[in-house]
């Protein structure tokens, strides 16, 4: 697997935002954000290469419960990923994902494996923001059937958040956050407002931000 970097910190997103965590950093994405904050896991980066099961002891001798993967964009690496979590034991896994592509594949094979760990997506849906605003629908039906995960709106500006309200109602059942794009304090106080003002949705600042760590 093509990897950028394997650390430990602070999760700093999501439904496990604050719990220790260990991070498996992939490299590559098929997406081109316009605020994308990790440059270094892109094509043209550096980046080295470790087998899923040189990975997975790695992992395993840890002794932090909750692990990451994210890039990048882990599916890149899909059937590697797969193999990756067949390894993995007694782990909460938390995949990161860009949203432009069905997540319910891997869900699939991790449940073939019987293994004694969980899983679950924080899938994106892009905003127009991002420069990018793809999605696979598919991945809606599979946070309502599963529960697995929870979708993220990152938001820039005001049109950002007239995109995620115009979702909102194919969202129901579905955890739901909405995420102001770092270092643009302009959409924090909108970001705020439009949570005040919908249900079911949650306001997400990147707490590993925040505190000026990885």
């Not at 316009?34 to 896991?41: A, G, Q």
């Not at 938390?94 to 679950?120: C, H, K, L, Q």
């Not at 270092?183 to 949570?195: N, P, R």
């Amino acid at each position: 697997m093509r990897l950028v970097s394997i650390f430990n910190s602070l999760q700093g997103e999501g439904r496990f935002q604050g719990y220790p965590s260990a991070f498996v950093r992939l490299y590559g994405c098929n997406l081109r954000c316009r605020y994308c904050d990790t440059h270094n896991s892109l094509v043209g980066g550096n980046y080295f290469e470790k087998s899923p099961s040189e990975i997975a002891g790695d992992i395993n001798s840890n002794a932090i419960y909750d692990l990451c993967v994210t890039g990048g964009e882990p599916l890149c690496q899909r059937e590697e990923l797969s193999e990756l979590l067949r390894l993995l034991k007694g782990k909460r896994i938390d995949i990161e994902t860009n949203g432009s592509m069905d997540v319910s594949p891997v869900f699939e094979d991790f449940r073939a494996y019987n293994t004694s760990s969980e899983i679950y997506f924080s899938i994106d849906w892009k905003c127009p923001g991002s420069g990018n605003p793809v999605f696979d629908p598919k991945n809606i039906g599979f946070l309502k059937k599963s529960g697995a995960g929870w979708l993220k709106f990152v938001v820039s500006d005001e049109a950002d958040l007239r995109f995620a309200e115009e979702k909102l109602p194919l969202l129901e059942g579905v955890e739901t956050f909405i995420s102001p794009v770092f270092g643009e304090g302009k959409s924090f106080k909108g970001a705020a407002d439009f949570v005040g003002n919908h249900k079911n949705v949650r306001l997400q600042l990147q707490l590993h931000k925040i505190l000026g760590i990885e």
